[in-house]
């Protein structure tokens, strides 16, 4: 039974996130039903806070975090700030890349 809670506590966040295959939702729901240790897991993980899952209710609780005064544009000169600090974000981790293959003998 232990490869079956195993399996089971593996799928239960998505699960509960309602995102497994028709067949994988079986099984969960079956497990759960039949080990009370598995149960409680879920019990436990679905009485924890939720992210909404239609894209607009997304947006529309991020709006408020994003833009907290609502009257704040982004002016060119910020835009051009985000741009290069993404553009630096993803040239340290291309270095760090190298490094490790040369160093570490790893690509990752």
């Keep these: 039974m232990k490869y079956e809670c195993d399996i089971a506590m593996d799928l239960m966040p998505l699960y509960v996130d309602d995102l497994l295959s028709e067949n994988s939702k079986i099984f969960v729901k ?8 598995c149960k409680k897991y879920y019990e436990k993980l679905s009485s924890e806070i939720k992210i909404p ?13 994003a833009n907290p005064i609502g009257k704040i544009p982004i002016t060119p000169i910020w835009e051009r700030k985000i741009q290069d600090w993404f ?11 190298q490094w490790r293959k040369c160093f570490v003998g790893k690509e990752g």
């Design 87 to 97: 553009h630096a974000t993803l040239q340290c981790q291309k270095s760090l890349r």
């Design 53 to 65: 899952v239609s894209r607009e209710s997304r947006i529309s609780d991020l709006k408020p975090i």
């Design 30 to 37: 079956n497990h759960i039903d039949s080990c009370e240790s």
